[in-house]
């Protein structure tokens, strides 16, 4: 099997770096954004990362969907796509994190895409992933993702697990037990991935959007082959029970030894509804949930893992 990869990651390793130009221009070049000193690029040289996907409802999704101009991205027969990435952020600028994404795979437009057509066309369909929720380790963390990039960041417990066969991580809020993910660690694969993806997040009434660049050797598996689990309880359980999320993964993902740059270039649009009425009644954190913030890098006590079953 290992044999058949071969011209695969013959061919994914001369495809050229997703990191824009101008972040390469700026290495070495240094700023001070919201108190917080950054060595430029915003970049990791550390980190693990686990993917996973599960099946939805696509109809359901888009009720979750702020403004008019986000839309499912459909793998066909309105099953849409809940993304969960967990990464161990070891080395950055604002020290060691973990970041815990919850994310509904989007398209970014006036209407929505054909099924698949996305996976092909990223850029000209405007894929990426609409952030539900994106807890951290770290105050500092919170104060940079959500201040600067409007991410839903917010302190809380988390871990992150390597074993030889399975990768997970645990998320609890106000004691108890908010997200657990667990994949298999799939095949060794190790395809020279190079991703690029886009974040868009809702905060102060407007639609942001932000681009991370990740590389690495990844091992995956997708479909039958991927094996996995998703637990959800408390608030967020509630918020997500009606996307009738699948029990098994359509695909995982594994980078054991991964870099990443957050761009600094961002965009934000204006939310919009049909009326002023629909427009106020749209629940949105605003600058009030930053002003107050430090940079402590100390994390919360770890979550409490007897609360789940072992193994998937």
Known sequence: ??????????VLSLLPSPVPGRQRRLRGTHARVDGIPYTMPVDTQDASCLMAAFPISAAAAKRLLPGTELHPAT????????????VDYRKTDIGAYIEYSIAIAVTHGRRARLPILPLVLQRAAGLGQYVVDLPVSTEISVKGGKGIWGMPKH???LDFRISERAVSALYDHDGQTACLVEIARPPRTALPLGLAADNYCAYRGMLMKSSIYFSGAADIAVGTAARGRLVLGGEL????????????????????????????H????????????AADAVPMEGLETVVGLGRGEEWPAPPDRSRVSEGV
């Open 1 to 10: 099997m290992t044999s058949l990869w071969a011209p695969v990651r013959a």
């Open 75 to 86: 793998i066909g027969f309105g099953v849409g796509v809940l993304l969960i990435t967990v």
């Open 155 to 157: 302190q809380d417990s």
């Open 237 to 264: 359980g509630q918020r997500l029970a009606h996307l009738k999320i699948g029990r098994k993964p359509i695909a995982t993902v594994w980078i054991e030894k991964a870099t990443g740059v957050l761009d600094d």
């Open 266 to 277: 961002f965009e934000s649009w204006f939310l919009t509804a049909p009326t002023q009425h």
